[in-house]
Structures are given as C-alpha cells and as structure tokens.
C-alpha cells in the first residue's frame, strides 16, 4: 500500500510528479507518481545515490531496463522511461495494483483449486515471454510475481542477464539469487540456462500451494544444503500440478522440463511422461535437522552485497533454550510501566518504545535493572519504522560488554540481518549473515532472540528471527565480558543532513537466564 513521502524524498522527478512511497530495498526506493501525459500511476524507482556511484552498478542498471524493455508488457511492469545517465538514476514503470504473491498467501493463506493453478499457468506464460527475450530472470520467488487484477506479473529484472551474456553466470565461487528459490546447478558456479527459471518456477508454485517454499531450512546453511541434496518437501501440493512441480524441482537441469513443455502440460493436460522422475520417485517426506552442511561451506554469496556464509559442521541445536528467573521487569515496552528510560534515549508509543538516531546519535538505550549471568536470553520485537535518508539502515538487540567489545544482532532495511562485533579499538566485525530478501522489513516486527553463553576464553552467541535459527559465532578473540543488555537504531550511512535520522519500534522485550 502506498505511504506518504518522507523527509528528503523527491516531489519530483523529471517530468513526473510524485505523490507517495510504495517501497524501499537494498537498490533504491519505489516511490508512486503521475505520468503528465494522460495522469495514469506509475511507479518511479529511484537508485540509491551511493550505488549510483559506482560504475559497475551503473551498468548492472543498464542491463536491467535494457532487458525488462525486451519483455511483453502484458507479463511484467511495462518500462515506460528511464534516467540512465545523469543522477539521480531512475527507472519509470506501468503501476501494477496488487499485492505480492508472498503478502497475499502471508495474509490470506495458500491458493486453492483454480486460483493456484492460474498462477502455475500466469508465471509460466510469464517465463516464456522472458525467455524469448533472451534473459533469464534468475531471482524468480513470491515478492518477485505481483498478483494484478489481469493476472500475475512477474518483476523485478534486477539481476538478470542475457543467456548469451559473455561473462558467463557468475564469478568463481558466487552466485545470485535467494537461498529457497535458486537453482542447485547455479549454487555448483554451473552455467546459466532457463533451467534455473523452471526450478524456480516448482519452489514458487509450491509456496504459493503452502505457504513454504520447497527445501526450507531452520537457517540459510540448511535451506542450501536442502535445495543441493535432499528432495523437496511438497505435502499440501497434489492434483495435476504435482508431477510437474516434481519435475521441475530435479536436480539435474537436463531433466526438466522445459517452459513450453510446462505450459503444454498445464493447459492441456497433465503429462506425467514429461521428463523422468527424480531418482527415488516423488521423495515427499517431513524436515529433518540436518548436522552437516558439506556443500556449502566454500560458498560465498553476493546479495545485494557479499554475504559470507561459514562451514557449520556440527549444527548447533536450533531450539531457542529454555528460560530460567527473569533478569529485568517483565513489561511490554508499550507504557512507561515497562522502566526504560524514555528521558534519556526514547518514547512510547503506539509500536512500542521508538529510538531515532541520527548522524551525531548512535540511538541506543540500555535495559533497565539487570543482573549480570554467563548465560542469558535477551529478545525483543522490532520493527523498522522509517529513515529520512538514502541507504540501508539497521536496528536490534545490543549486548554491551566491558572494556567497549560489544556484539549486537541487526535487522537492516534491506531485509537481511546481521551478527556483528565491535572491538575495544573501535573495529567493526560481521561475524555471521543472513542475506538481503529474507524478510519484509516494512511490513511488521520481527521477533529476535539471542542466547549468549560466556564460558573461560570462549563467547558463544545463537540468534533466531521469528522462532527460526538464523545465526550464530563462537568468539576466542576478546571474548565477551558479562555486561548489560540494550536496543539500537543505527543509521550507518543513511543520513547525510543535519536534520536526517532513522527510527526503529521496539516491544515485548525479555531478557532470562538460560537453562
């Protein structure tokens, strides 16, 4: 839903006037404005001024308008103009009004009937017309598909190329996309091909039949190890549509089918002869914690930004622990009943306790009362509430340590989250990732839970978003000192006025010694 403008946001910008914010991500924001031709919406998405910067974006920016012109309009947001030379950069697209697939099967549960199979067929047709312009999309997945009034759009070319593209998919040892929806073959630096499309197309259909997509792990060391080497998880997904999701989902690229062969399927007929069936028949069976991630220790991916993804070993246990005595007044952090000091670093208010910060102002506030303990659970409710500035921006759970060596766990606005460490010299450590995409900051509060364990010599930290194991370090170099507990809202290099800030809601925050 659209959103008035914010504090710095453009009124205008070439010959369109813009009237509200649809989104912002990790590239830029979307904001809403007129076409002075006719008045129709359209959606104008402008680039962050620190990406502009950088030449090799321009060109990645190039490429993406180049080939969403290619596409039929009738499939994706029409490109109706564009900046690509001057700053701001800008692209100018159809207004699609609907909502993302992922916020109506989040909102409304999964698709039923005729309804799912619709979408099968609409993103199919979708991937064809893309295809027959010589691309493939390559981040195809449920905020990627706009359910609109005719039928679903598929968006979102960012990081698309030509098949023909002469450097190849991917750079030794990388690869981009999202974890739940890439391709096991793009995961091995193996070659692009529309494949990669139609294994996406399987992971998208089945979330759209379960609210999950296929290989979900507890963390994104799982999910890539699920999506390489187990099959996938298709309990809720029968009909027609099973044998050709299967199919889809193979590991090997050469056994499926291809996008015309799906769409001859899914207007037809089913056709179970399509392609082979995956080694060991359908291969439904529940989740499993897995111990070892072999595959993808030497991986590192590049989403948004390089996110460096460390060898596992022996998983961690995923259960958040069971919690003993509480270590700070219980409280919701929605009055002033709850203790913190709204005087001194926040407000209350109707999300809960607000912090703002500001480029003089880290914006962080302390827990009230606590008890120090060498094993601890702190959490919180956070939402991400908006920033002034350009650029991405971060906000969570602080754990202020002695002699200034701190860690702190981070949603940021692009949608990924952090574990990071602050040393006594003042250095900056990202010690573990969860990469760009993998939540929808704007669109409520995220639960965060970090347990801390302080043993001789060793800190070792565990953090969950939403109940769902997502981080974790052991630290042998300046381990953690018992200290205090705390939220933040940090800007990094969101802001650039005086008057810019940031600002995050926290609520329900708990803090208990583990057991």
Not at 66 to 84: G, I, K, P, Q
Not at 374 to 386: D, E, I
Not at 390 to 407: C, E, I, K
Request: charged fraction near 25%.
């Amino acid at each position: 839903m659209p959103s008035p403008l914010r504090p710095g946001d453009p009124e205008r910008l070439g010959p369109y006037r813009l009237t509200a914010r649809l989104g912002q991500g990790g590239m830029g924001t979307v904001l809403l404005g007129e076409d002075p031709s006719d008045g129709r919406r359209v959606a104008v998405k402008v680039v962050n001024p620190e990406l502009a910067g950088d030449e090799a974006f321009r060109e990645r920016f190039r490429r993406e308008v180049t080939a969403a012109r290619r596409v039929s309009r009738f499939c994706t947001a029409a490109v109706l103009d564009a900046e690509l030379d001057r700053d701001p950069l800008y692209v100018v697209t159809e207004f699609v009004d609907g909502p993302t697939l992922f916020r109506a099967v989040r909102d409304g549960g999964p698709l039923r009937g005729g309804d799912l199979e619709g979408l099968a067929v609409g993103v199919a047709t979708a991937l064809s017309a893309i295809h027959a312009a010589g691309i493939v999309h390559r981040d195809l997945k449920p905020s990627n598909v706009l359910l609109s009034p005719t039928g679903p759009r598929v968006i979102d070319f960012g990081i698309a190329r030509p098949v023909e593209s002469p450097d190849g998919p991917t750079t030794t040892g990388r690869f981009v996309g999202t974890p739940a929806y890439i391709a096991p073959e793009l995961m091995r630096d193996g070659p692009l091909t529309p494949a990669a499309d139609v294994f996406a197309w399987g992971c998208v259909v089945t979330f759209a039949a379960t609210g999950s997509p296929p290989f979900a792990g507890r963390n994104v060391h799982e999910t890539l190890y699920r999506v390489a080497h187990e099959p996938p998880v298709l309990d809720g997904l029968d009909g027609p549509l099973l044998p050709l999701v299967e199919a889809a989902l193979d590991k090997d690229p050469a056994r499926r089918p291809s996008v015309p062969d799906l769409l001859a399927a899914l207007i037809n007929a089913p056709a179970p002869t399509l392609v082979a069936e995956p080694e060991g028949g359908r291969g439904r069976r529940p989740p499993k914690r897995i111990t070892a991630v072999a595959l993808v220790g030497a991986l590192v991916l590049s989403l948004g930004g390089a996110a460096g993804w460390r060898l596992l070993g022996d998983a961690p246990d995923p259960r958040v622990p069971r919690l003993g005595a509480a270590l700070v007044p219980d409280g919701s952090l929605a009055d002033r009943r709850s203790g913190w000091d709204e005087d001194e670093c926040g407000t209350y208010g109707g999300h809960g306790f607000a912090i703002q910060s500001d480029r003089d102002d880290p914006g962080y506030c302390v827990a009230p009362n606590e008890t120090a303990s060498s094993h601890f659970v702190a959490g919180a409710r956070v939402r991400l509430g908006h920033a002034s500035g350009r650029g991405p921006w971060q906000a969570g759970v602080l754990l202020l340590g002695t002699d200034d060596r701190d860690y702190a766990v981070l949603l940021r606005s692009d949608g990924s989250a952090r574990l990071v460490k602050e040393t006594a010299e003042g250095e900056t450590h990202v010690l573990d990732t969860v990469p760009a995409g993998s939540y929808e900051p704007v669109s409520g509060s995220v639960r965060v839970q970090v347990e801390v364990r302080v043993t001789a010599g060793r800190t070792s930290l565990r953090a969950w978003l939403d109940g769902d194991y997502a981080l974790d370090a052991d630290d042998e170099d300046q381990p953690f000192t018992t200290g205090r507990t705390g939220l933040v809202a940090d800007p990094l290099n969101t802001v650039s006025a005086k008057d810019d800030f940031v600002e995050a809601w926290f609520s329900a925050f708990t803090l208990n010694r583990a057991r």
